[in-house]
Every structure is written in C-alpha cells, then in structure tokens.
C-alpha cells in the first residue's frame, strides 16, 4: 500500500520569507516517482516536479528547490523569497509500479504582503 | 500541445438524479485517472485507466459510479444516483504510458453540488 502524509495543514509566511512544505512516504516498491503539485485558487493542479527512486541529486529551479532523502522517506518542498502568488494548497503525491497515483491531504500556505 | 479537456466545469443536480462528466486527455496519453476532491482534502483515486482497460477502481463506489474509456481516449464518469455526499470537484488527469515519465496532468475539473 502506498501512504503520503503532510503534517502541515496551513502554514501562513510573510513575503520574502522561505518556506518548507514537508512530505513523508510510504511504499513497498523499489521503483517509485514523487511528485509536487500546486492548486491555486482558481483549482486547477499544476504539475511542479518529479523525482524517481534512484535520483537523490536534489534540485532547484528558480525559487523552488527540493530536498529527497530515501533514507527518511521524505520529500520536502522549499520556496525561497516568498511571494504573495505562492499561496495555494500544496499537494505531495506518490506513484509506485502500477501507476497509481496517491496524494496527500494537501499544505496551504498563505503567503501575506 | 492542448491539455485535459473536462467539461461541464460547474453542475448542480438535486440527489438521487443522474449526472455525467466527460473527460477528452491529452493526445498520446494512454493512462487516464478521475480523481474525487471534497473541498478541503486531497484528491482521492476514483479509477485508473490504461487505454481502455481498467487498472484500479479499488475506491469506487460501484453501486452508484461507473466509468468508460471507450477505444482508449475520452472517458466520462456517471454517478447515478447521486447523493449529497458527492458533492466535489472531479478532477480527470492523463499521464502517458511509460513507467514514471512526466506528472499526471490535470484538467480544471467539474464542480458538482448535490442538492
């Protein structure tokens, strides 16, 4: 079975700041994708990143960077000089060797001017 | 490249009638996912298809929901009959087929609201 939690259900930051969304997994496959997702108040999910099992090289691109650690299941999230057009609901999700694709119950950050 | 294509995006039915969405995924995309999201919560994996043959459907309520990809490209998902408790944004998403490559994408969903 696969599990994805987000501890975090409402974080509320200031402009400028940097934010960490956490994510922790679960699943019994050796091959596995993690994802980031954003759904802005308009609703509609947006695709942020993929990372697969066997690439630990963490990555930025741009504000975003994120930081996977197979060692503690986790797959955390950081925006960098945070902007009030972050704000949304963050979603980690997991997909493990049958395509499923299972989310968290979701971060919303509020980022305030 | 065009993206998920959904409609209706809005649907208010009273409960116990019928309602259906459709789902038009991107071209080339042979996985297709509906996903439930109750307001507040992450979405939830109704059913998955790999073209035209169902994958996991382990979380729908069968006795209501059903769902078709007929010849591998649009889907529509009916609920019938519909009760208060489905009231929801559902979120059609397509991924192609090879294991892992690119993110599920999202069209903008269809919000019911059962009366």
């Known amino acids: 079975a696969q599990k994805v939690t987000q501890a975090q259900t409402e974080i509320s930051v200031v402009e400028k700041e940097d934010v960490t969304l956490d994510c922790v997994y679960e699943?019994?496959?050796?091959?596995?994708?993690l994802f980031w997702y954003k759904q802005p108040p308009s609703g509609e999910l947006v695709f942020l990143i993929r990372?697969?099992?066997?690439?630990?090289q963490n990555e930025i691109s741009g504000r975003y960077s994120w930081n996977f650690q197979k060692s503690t299941s986790s797959f955390n999230f950081t925006i960098t000089a945070s902007q009030v057009v972050d704000s949304a609901v963050y979603f980690c999700a997991l997909r493990g060797s049958n395509y499923k694709l299972t989310f968290g119950k979701g971060t919303l950050l509020t980022v305030n001017p | 490249e065009a993206g998920v294509a959904q409609s209706p995006r809005y649907k208010i039915i009273e409960k116990r009638q019928s309602v259906a969405f459709w789902c038009n995924p991107i071209?080339?995309?042979?996985?297709l996912y509906w996903y439930q999201q109750i307001l507040g919560q992450g979405p939830k994996l109704l059913i998955q298809f790999q073209n035209n043959g169902v994958v996991d459907d382990s979380q729908l309520p069968k006795d209501r929901f059903s769902a078709e990809r007929l010849k591998g490209v649009d889907s529509t998902l009916k609920i019938q009959p519909a009760k208060l408790e489905d009231s929801a944004v559902y979120l059609c998403?397509?991924?192609?087929?090879?294991?892992?490559?690119?993110?599920?994408?999202f069209g903008q969903g269809t919000r019911l609201t059962v009366v």
């Open positions: 998403a397509s991924s192609l087929l090879v294991s892992g490559q690119g993110g599920a994408f």
């Open positions: 071209s080339g995309h042979a996985t």
């Open positions: 990372r697969n099992s066997f690439d630990e």
């Open positions: 699943t019994r496959d050796t091959t596995y994708y």
